[in-house]
């Protein structure tokens, strides 16, 4: 299984960007596909999941401004981000495993990885 991220760049405060994630080599039935993050000197952080079946859940940082949709005819995931903050610039990776679980927050429970596409959000 292979995932490419892409649609990262730079962005103003209140910007909006999308990334996309798109795997390969699986289709994305029966897991979950989840976005993380991680600014420079910290630690990985969850920002959004996906559960092929259905269901969506948000990092309370990400509630309200980021939307996780995916397109199942293109086995991609899609991360929308309106509202941008300064404190949002980070390293942004897709993720994948299968089957879903409980623990869907904690990156040690993904097998797969994306590449990782840079987010930097200032004026």
């Known amino acids: 299984v292979q995932l490419q991220a892409s649609g990262g760049g730079w962005v103003p405060p209140g910007g909006s960007l999308r990334l996309s994630c798109t795997a390969s080599?699986?289709?994305?039935?029966?897991?979950?596909m989840t976005w993380f993050r991680q600014a420079p000197q910290a630690e990985r952080e969850f920002v959004a999941a996906?559960?092929?079946?259905?269901?969506?859940y948000y990092a309370d940082s990400a509630k309200g401004r980021f939307t996780i949709s995916r397109d199942s005819a293109k086995n991609t995931v899609y991360l929308q981000m309106n509202s941008l903050k300064p404190e949002d610039t980070a390293v942004y990776f897709c993720a994948a495993r299968w089957p879903h679980t409980v623990r869907y927050r904690y990156a040690d429970e993904y097998d797969y990885w994306g590449q990782g596409t840079q987010v930097t959000v200032s004026s």
């Open positions: 080599g699986r289709t994305l039935s029966g897991g979950t």
């Open positions: 996906i559960r092929w079946i259905g269901g969506s």
